[in-house]
């Protein structure tokens, strides 16, 4: 393992790849250099605006993603047109299912995205001659299955109060912060009040008076609606109950 990790840092990798802010976490980082020059070769990418469709429910599956920057919502719509966010995506995670011919989710852009795209096939060719790539992968699957029943509990158990607290928390502990130092963590929310409400099972009303009970409190700062600073992060768990 020690060899594998100085191959994949040395300077043999695409320039691109070097740069890459999600090789290290993302799928790359099970990669030898030879293995990244291959998909670099077949690899473009793409900067997204925010509500933009990157995979419809049922569609064929030809191509996969990393997640670069940004966050993806994966979305789920009844016969009668009514939407549920079933889930969160954000840097570096693997946008796509392998060994699915067809996606099973909606998954849109909430906010600006850069994503770096491959073809499925050549990605199901290198998981078949990698087991550490087949490893990565699956470890990845498994937290997001982690991630999908701590979220159960949340909708399931938690109240109204602790509901909004948890996607702050949620949020705050995944998403790039524009800032992170002695004034707290500082981000822009991915999700309007009416998606948050959405995700959280809740009437906007809601939100925005559990938004403003947390801001009276001091446990966040908010701005324009969308700014929001986290000052202390344990208050913020503690609302959480997390």
Known sequence: MTEHRRDIHNSDMPVLCQACEARHHGMCGSLTPEELTHLNKVASRREIKAGTALVADSEPVTHYSNILSGVVKLTKILADGRQQIVGLQFAPDFLGRPFKTSSDTNAESATTVRICTFPRKAVDRMIEESPNLEHRLLQQTLNELDEARGWMVTLGRKTAAEKV????????????????????????????????ADFLGLTIETVSRQMTKLRKDGVIQIENNRHVTVPDMERLAHRAAV
């Not at 500082?186 to 009416?194: K, N």
């Open 165 to 196: 607290a948890s996607f702050l928390y949620l949020i705050a502990t995944h998403i790039d912060p524009e800032s992170e130092g002695a004034d707290g963590i500082v981000f822009e929310l991915p999700l309007t009040r009416a998606d948050i």
